[in-house]
């Protein structure tokens, strides 16, 4: 262990030493922040299944719509198919016969989606076609399952219209919106699997004890073949081209700490392991299947970076055709045609968010087609670099650190950005927050605490119980070894984050008040027992595992945990000011949550800032939003942190700013 972190020291020395070499005779500009966080100029390319267009998301009318244009002309060519006009589409896909474009919107923010169509062959300059609603239901939330390969006019999907809890399978035709429900879900069925022939198969189970099974679906009868416990993980991945055998993704095996992929039987339930991570240090990445040949073309595993390995020889021609010509980047082939002839590719680094590229197989020709961010200079960006840190208890955390380009490497104010989840991870990547903090003359760290995915079952179970505690601790010893390193100012630290990110960010205050100067929490819960009480209908099925990583209300031993874990309850130790942002019709953590805590600091009358959109969810989807939460953020920070501050902004955007900022005084606590 002492070898693994004096490497670690090393690396940032060596880290420190490469930015003082290479940039320190010239602090970067200060990039505007709409170049980091307005709407993307392109993002959300598709080819259309036949490849004749190309489909992509662009504001129109200042909001962001789907448009289409010929593959080989220019985007300026491009016309829009869609005019939403109160929330930006966030993704989309083709039908498979390319009649249709598809996409799901919420109503403000409350997760309840609808899937809309709309014809790509009504599409005209001057003409933008009628989106359809077609599961037209308010307060029901729709989940697609599955695209028939065999009917393309033909989607399976969820609704939970009849029980809110669980959804029941339905018949959904894209070209009237018809549905029809071939499956209701008694049985607490978390998802319906279908083989590459469009029969329903299997389907995955949550028991009232939390336990996960997976069944078999038969016409006679229905059989559990699988099932692993509410601590262990375990998913379906695709089925084998035979549609006799499931690739099967697991760590319920005795004495397997790092999910493996399984090949099962599903006639007998037999398992055979199929590969686990070559450098035991990951759980399973991905499994990456030929929709056209059913072929497995690599595998991937994902640590401090993504390593692939690949099965078809041709595939990995292409693909290191491409990485060879674009160079020290990273490509994912993210989209192809039915026929795989054409594939849309990203290329991209931390210090740059990507260009996308069109390739085609049969001449090995790359063309670049579009940069989401063409306005953003990435020569002024910083590096990201893993390390590694002992926690309070000795266990190594793996975590990215961002130091701010051209500026002295010593003696930094520093934010911390625990991510969301918490049961998630951090990656090496661009990051739009990292590296805007980092131009703003911030060192940025990205910590993967205990409880995060990917590192293993028993990092992951070693969260349990440890909100507020061990995985507060994580993220504390990391701002300490930051210190110890003469990287980090003690006296300007800041914390910012979002979800289980926004509540480290007010555990962070209340249970170590001397650490931080600022915090930022943005949908961050504050009390975690009305948290786990007014959680949405449709997670029921994480009940019990929510329970047993954090704790049961309903029990003595439960609301004892709770109640010292929240930092309402420590809000009196908070000395740090504190920014709360919440999205109104957030539900996951409701609105209350940040008022409580507004409440308890405006009533012992400590200063705190409350930003409130009507208009959004967990999270800000609109871009205006977005801009007037950072523009607030950014010069809070800066007051308290010191850092560079952008003072101009917008006009539309000083309005929102004001539109979404709470009075504190008219704030009342929820019944």
Not at 22 to 30: C, D, I, N, S
Not at 257 to 270: A, D, H, K, S, V
Not at 296 to 303: A, F, G, M, R, W
Request: aromatic letters at 12%; one cysteine or more.
């Amino acid at each position: 262990m002492k070898t693994k972190f004096t490497l670690a020291v090393f690396a940032i020395a060596l880290l420190m030493q490469s930015c003082d070499m290479e940039t320190k005779e010239q602090t970067p500009p200060l990039i505007d922040r709409q170049v980091f966080f307005d709407d993307p100029e392109i993002s959300g390319g598709r080819l259309s299944p036949d490849g004749t267009y190309i489909s992509f998301l662009r504001p129109y009318n200042d909001t962001r719509n789907i448009w289409i244009k010929d593959r080989d002309a220019s985007f300026d060519d491009a016309i829009p198919v869609t005019d939403q006009t109160e929330r930006p589409i966030m993704s989309y896909f083709w039908s498979r016969d390319g009649r249709f474009l598809l996409y799901v919107m919420d109503n403000g923010g409350d997760e309840n989606f609808n899937i809309y169509a709309v014809s790509a062959r009504d599409a005209a300059v001057g003409t933008i076609p009628e989106a359809r609603n077609i599961t037209n239901m308010e307060g029901v939330r729709a989940q697609i399952y599955h695209v028939s390969r065999e009917d393309h006019d033909l989607m399976f999907v969820g609704l939970n219209d009849r029980d809110r809890a669980w959804h029941d399978l339905y018949k959904l035709k894209i070209s009237t919106g018809e549905l029809e429900k071939i499956r209701e879900n008694t049985n607490r069925y978390t998802s319906w699997i279908f083989d590459n022939d469009d029969n329903l198969r299997m389907a995955t189970r949550s028991r009232q004890d939390g336990t996960g099974e997976l069944w078999r679906l038969d016409d006679d009868g229905e059989t559990m073949l699988y099932s692993w416990s509410v601590l262990e993980t375990a998913y379906p991945s695709a089925f084998k081209a035979d549609n006799q055998h499931l690739y099967l993704v697991s760590n319920a095996e005795e004495d397997t700490n790092f999910t493996q992929l399984y090949l099962m039987n599903i006639e007998t339930g037999e398992m055979e392991l199929v590969e686990k991570d070559p450098e035991n240090k990951a759980d399973f990445g991905g499994l990456s299947v030929s929709e056209k040949t059913l072929e497995v073309l690599y595998t991937s595993y994902t640590d401090e970076r993504t390593r692939r390995y690949f099965k078809n020889d041709e595939y990995e021609k292409h693909f290191n055709t491409v990485k060879e010509e674009l160079g020290d980047v990273e490509i994912s082939f993210f989209n192809t045609t039915s026929d795989e002839r054409y594939w849309l590719v990203n290329a991209w680094s931390d210090t740059d968010p990507g260009s996308v590229y069109l390739y085609d197989r049969e001449s090995s020709e790359l063309t670049f087609q579009y940069k989401p961010r063409p306005e953003l200079n990435t020569e002024h960006l910083s590096p990201m670099t893993s390390i590694r840190y002992p926690s309070s208890d000795g266990m190594e955390i793996q975590a990215y650190l961002t130091l701010p380009k051209g500026m002295d490497d010593k003696n930094l104010p520093l934010i911390v950005m625990p991510h969301g989840g918490p049961w998630a991870r951090d990656y090496w990547s661009y990051n739009s927050y990292a590296q805007f903090l980092a131009n703003r003359g911030y060192a940025v760290l990205l910590p993967n605490f205990r409880g995060s995915t990917g590192f293993g079952k028993a990092f992951l179970n070693a969260g349990n119980q440890q909100w507020g505690e061990l995985m507060q601790d994580d993220i504390t010893w990391g701002v300490k070894y930051l210190i110890d390193q003469g990287i980090a100012d003690p006296e300007r630290i800041g914390i910012f984050g979002g979800s289980y990110g926004g509540y480290a960010t007010l555990a962070g205050l209340a249970f170590t008040p001397d650490l931080y100067a600022a915090g930022v929490s943005f949908v961050g819960p504050s009390n975690l027992i009305t948290l786990l009480n007014s959680i949405p209908p449709y997670w029921e099925a994480m009940r019990i595992t929510l329970h047993t990583r954090m704790a049961d209300p309903a029990t003595p031993e439960g609301q004892e945990w709770l109640t010292k874990a929240s930092p309402l309850n420590a809000a009196d130790s908070i000395s740090a000011p504190l920014m709360v942002v919440q999205g109104q019709n957030d539900p996951r953590v409701l609105k209350a949550e940040s008022d409580q805590i507004v409440v308890a600091l405006r009533d012992r009358g400590f200063p705190v800032e409350y930003l409130n959109a009507p208009d959004e969810g967990h999270g800000f989807a609109r871009p205006l939003n977005n801009m007037a939460f950072v523009a607030a953020m950014e010069k809070f920070f800066a007051e308290h942190l010191g850092g560079r501050y952008q003072e101009s902004m917008t006009d539309e955007v000083a309005q929102r700013l004001e539109e979404i900022r709470v009075d504190v005084s008219t704030v009342e606590l929820p019944e």
